[in-house]
């Protein structure tokens, strides 16, 4: 046996108390932001609005974008032959799917053709075995003193 499987009584159980231990947040010090002189410095300059005020500040050039890379061109024909296999694709994956119903359809209608056939030599069979033990439209029982009329058995 381990001894943590050892019978104790209450009072003899050892208690440890944990106490978490405090983290010192780490304090961020900010980098001391230094002014940069621009290489170049811009001219000033001054517009004259239409009302006689007059605006002073720094030209600033416009942004140029990158010039986009010109796509090679597709041909046509290229575009055509693509489309047309696939079209091609879908025509055959729809044959290949009229050609499947086409084939359950046939067993189908196979089945109920054989069913009927079943059905119906089984109808004339039960006729024709019956025929044999039918003995007429109207019985009589002398002995017993009962009439029947027009009473089948089958």
């Known amino acids: ?21 405090p983290l010192t947040p780490a304090v961020a010090v900010p980098a001391p932001v230094l002014p940069v002189q621009p290489a170049i410095v811009p001219t000033v300059a001054s517009v004259v609005l239409p009302d006689g005020r007059v ?28 489309l047309g296999g696939v079209g091609f694709l879908a025509v055959c994956g ?7 119903f086409i084939t359950a359809l046939t067993a189908l209608i196979t089945q109920l053709i ?10 004339i069979a039960v006729q024709v075995l019956a025929a044999g033990r039918h003995t007429g439209g109207t019985t ?8 029947k009329r027009n009473h089948f058995h089958g």
């Open 1 to 21: 046996m381990f001894p943590q499987d050892t019978p104790r009584l209450p009072a003899q159980r050892a208690v440890e108390i944990h106490q978490p231990t």
């Open 55 to 82: 605006v002073t500040g720094y030209a600033v050039s416009p942004v140029q974008p990158e010039p986009i890379a010109a796509k090679p061109a597709v041909s046509r024909t290229a575009v055509n032959v693509a």
């Open 94 to 100: 729809g044959l290949l799917l009229l050609t499947t």
């Open 114 to 123: 054989t069913l009927a056939a079943v059905l119906f030599g089984g109808f």
């Open 140 to 147: 009589v029982n002398i002995r017993r003193a009962v009439f």
